[in-house]
């Protein structure tokens, strides 16, 4: 049976927030040793937002390297005047299957809402993009209606739908709304990843 990580971080001259190891380096030797200890066959990359494009280039240099390990979903300015060519090449980059983004500024939380986002899903599903999205909460009903909109948009939904970590609440509390998670299960587009568990629990690792 092949073992796919669903969500994987490389990064390089650069921190990442709290909740993530706390190096200036992550790169994909460090991931490729992990991933034969820990029985991993390949992974998707999730380049982090929050350090820019370099961490995009460093993703296509390790599917470069690798490809039989890695595939990516990227990221880039959602407000760049040539965003709507970037969606329209971004599968010209080696390995890249589509975007991941966490709308985690506080500018950034309306978008779901306040139609920034409105020419972004039919682009993306114009061009076969797989979304990947830190969703939870009231947003999964937002989610819901753009997947109703977008029949052919595929989407990947976020650590069980828990709005990732560094949250603050953790085992029974994490789980509170679950019913806006199970929600999802009606929409045949989307998956829901099993990623970051074990920041969901308050057990020491």
Request: proline share 6%.
């Amino acid at each position: 049976m092949l073992i796919v990580d669903s969500q994987i971080h490389i990064w390089r001259n650069g921190r990442m927030s709290s909740h993530h190891r706390q190096v200036s380096n992550f790169l994909v030797e460090e991931a490729l040793a992990e991933m034969a200890a820990a029985g991993v066959d390949c992974a998707v990359l999730h380049p982090p937002s929050a350090l820019g494009e370099d961490v995009n280039v460093q993703a296509v240099e390790a599917v470069q390297a690798h490809p039989d390990k890695f595939c990516i979903l990227g990221h880039f300015d959602l407000l760049s005047p040539d965003r709507e060519s970037i969606v329209a090449h971004w599968k010209e980059r080696p390995g890249m299957l589509g975007f991941r983004f966490t709308f985690n500024q506080p500018q950034q939380k309306s978008w779901w809402t306040d139609g920034t986002l409105d020419w972004f899903w039919p682009a993306c599903e114009k061009a076969g993009l797989v979304v990947g999205l830190l969703a939870a909460g009231p947003n999964m009903e937002v989610l819901g209606t753009i997947a109703e909109r977008h029949p052919g948009l595929r989407f990947n939904i976020d650590h069980l739908g828990r709005g990732g970590g560094g949250r603050g609440v953790a085992d029974d509390a994490v789980f509170a709304d679950l019913g806006n998670m199970l929600a999802a299960a009606n929409i045949p587009t989307a998956a829901v990843k099993r990623s970051g568990a074990p920041s969901l629990s308050s057990q020491p690792d």
